[in-house]
């Protein structure tokens, strides 16, 4: 049986908090599927997401891949399972090409020009000066919002990794920079057995399965 995720009775609450945001949540998400979570803000999406490649430890319940508890994992073969894309993209003061390739093994070039082909990146590069040796500032400062979230795709392109962890990786864009990029996640997602969470319909229409939480609970 291939690799799926699977939470049982999970319980997490922040330290410095008194009550639970994610209150006793079991479910699957099975092998080469797509499971869309969604609720209102607030309800503890993210809070849940984060804990799959070990942000945060649950203290009640347990979370297996592949039937093996992820805190009897190497937390680094962990998290090497995981590509995550959200709205907030993590860039470092550097070239494109670093932050495209940063946390892969180096892969041939084809693979790179693969990965910036199917994230859209290919549009904008092209456009630059000193195309993939453009240096983007601290955190992306010298790129838009849409071209950090296909910088972050591309990487999770070329880093291929088996599971795909997506926090409204498109909230912060306009709609025709979303089309664009919600084709790049599909091409993305296709294969991975992945966990969704979407603030518009349009991104989970597709979904396997569609979780809704409200206030740290599962209700449908």
């Known amino acids: ?4 995720i699977s939470f049982s009775n999970v319980s997490f609450k922040y330290f410095n908090s008194k009550s639970y945001v994610i209150k006793n949540c079991s479910f699957e998400i099975p092998h080469g599927k ?3 979570l969604v609720g209102l803000s607030g309800s503890g999406k993210t809070s849940l997401l984060n804990l ?3 942000f945060y430890d649950p203290q009640k319940g347990k979370i297996t891949v592949g039937k ?10 962990l998290r090497n399972l995981f590509s995550i894309v959200s709205q907030d993209v993590t860039l470092f003061d550097g070239s494109i090409k670093f932050n ?3 946390g892969s093994e180096l892969k041939n070039k084809n693979d790179f020009e693969m990965a910036l082909k199917n994230s859209g990146c290919f549009e904008f590069i092209s ?3 000193q195309g993939l040796d453009t240096q983007i500032g601290e955190n992306g400062v010298k790129l838009s919002g849409g071209q950090r979230q296909r910088v972050a795709i591309a990487r999770a392109f070329i880093k291929d990794a088996p599971f795909l962890l997506l ?4 909230s912060a864009l306009d709609s025709e920079s979303e089309k664009k990029i919600q084709n790049s996640l ?8 992945s966990l969704v969470i979407a603030h518009r319909l349009s991104t989970i229409n597709d979904s396997d399965n569609i979780i809704l939480l409200d206030k740290g609970k599962i209700i449908g």
Do not use: H, S, W
């Open 68 to 77: 093996v508890d992820i805190k009897d994992m190497n937390i680094k073969e």
């Open 127 to 129: 456009k630059l000066p």
């Open 100 to 102: 495209i390739q940063y």
């Open 34 to 36: 797509k499971i869309a």
């Open 186 to 193: 599909n091409r993305l997602l296709k294969g991975k057995t």
């Open 52 to 54: 799959i490649p070990r």
């Open 167 to 170: 926090d409204e990786a498109t």
């Open 1 to 4: 049986k291939k690799n799926g």
